[in-house]
């Protein structure tokens, strides 16, 4: 009983660090080299990287988290270059998670 013990208090303190959320890509875009469809996807957020996962697909990628002074209203995502020809897709540079002051920043 007592080895199951040490066990079980790693997989809560794993847990702790672990974040999931939602986020709707309203278009598609580029992360951190990866292109990603529109549509709902689950945020699984764990120290320095960020698991995307849509339907069966999954995509994950380095991600700086920080903190701000004061929650966001919405959940949005920030992207750059929607000014460039249709050819080439927007990237993902911030995500802002709604009801928290967590924001995800990329480096693309």
């Given amino acids: 009983m007592l080895k199951k013990v040490p066990l079980s208090l790693s997989v809560l303190a794993f847990a ?3 974040a999931t959320y939602q986020v709707t890509l309203s278009q598609p875009a580029v992360v951190q080299g990866k292109t990603l469809k529109a549509g ?9 990287k960020v ?9 994950e990628v ?6 701000v002074a004061q929650k966001y209203d919405n959940t949005s ?3 750059t270059g929607t000014d460039q020809p249709s050819t080439e897709k927007p990237k993902i ?3 802002r998670i709604g009801g928290t002051k967590t ?3 990329f480096n693309n």
């Fill in 16 to 18: 702790a660090n672990a």
């Fill in 93 to 95: 540079t911030e995500i």
């Fill in 40 to 48: 709902e996807y689950r945020l699984n957020l764990e120290d320095t």
């Fill in 51 to 59: 698991t995307m996962v849509h339907g069966k697909e999954s995509v």
């Fill in 62 to 67: 380095p991600v700086k988290v920080e903190s």
């Fill in 103 to 105: 924001k995800m920043v």
């Fill in 77 to 79: 995502v920030r992207y």
